[in-house]
């Protein structure tokens, strides 16, 4: 079993709004992620959001089938609110981190994380033109693991290139996958659709 996080907790310094809900094809962009995760058949997600965007999110976005969990110092960084999130996973349970920025990724970029993690993945990753990409899956068996490793902005990315042996990477063709709104010319630059470019 596998519970689903999703980090919409940051200060969006360089968007200059509130990057959950900048809008994506009519849709806040926490509401799109929030769909995908919805088909991928996955429910009950783990949203973090950060003072002091927390309330004009839920105003805007429908979390009733969500559990939220809220950081009072987003300032600390993508750490603190991933470490809020792992938290809240049911024990036992193998978690999906995604981002709330990057709300292109694919359906099927979902479901192969999952068929992934089905067949004995440990920890894995969908990989699209050579850069790792999102969402990334974690065994129950590392979270504790993961959430002592966490520090400043850099996610799990350390605890990953520590367990590369565990990694699986499965190549999708989804840009989506790789492509986050940083700033506002990331909206405008985007080619694939409905979704810009980070690492795992």
Not at 31 to 45: C, D, K, T, Y
Request: one cysteine or more; hydrophobic letters at 45%.
């Amino acid at each position: 079993m596998i519970d689903a996080i999703v980090l919409a907790a940051g200060l969006a310094t360089r968007m200059g709004e509130v990057k959950p809900l900048v809008s994506i094809g009519g849709e806040p962009a926490l509401g799109a992620v929030l769909h995908r995760i919805e088909a991928a058949g996955l429910s009950q997600p783990i949203v973090v959001l950060g003072a002091p965007s927390a309330v004009t999110i839920e105003a805007a976005v429908d979390l009733s089938a969500c559990t939220v969990v809220q950081n009072a110092r987003p300032e600390t960084g993508m750490a603190g609110s991933l470490r809020l999130g792992l938290d809240a996973v049911s024990p036992g349970r193998g978690v999906l981190i995604f981002h709330a920025d990057m709300p292109f990724v694919a359906v099927a970029t979902i479901d192969a994380v999952r068929r992934s993690a089905g067949a004995g993945a440990r920890i894995a990753a969908p990989c699209h033109g050579g850069t790792r990409g999102f969402p990334v899956f974690f065994h129950h068996d590392h979270i504790e693991g993961l959430r002592a490793s966490l520090a400043g902005d850099a996610g799990g990315r350390a605890y990953i290139t520590q367990h590369l042996q565990e990694l699986t990477e499965i190549p999708v063709e989804d840009p989506g996958c790789v492509y986050d709104i940083d700033r506002p010319a990331d909206l405008s630059a985007w080619k694939g659709g409905l979704a810009c470019s980070i690492g795992a």
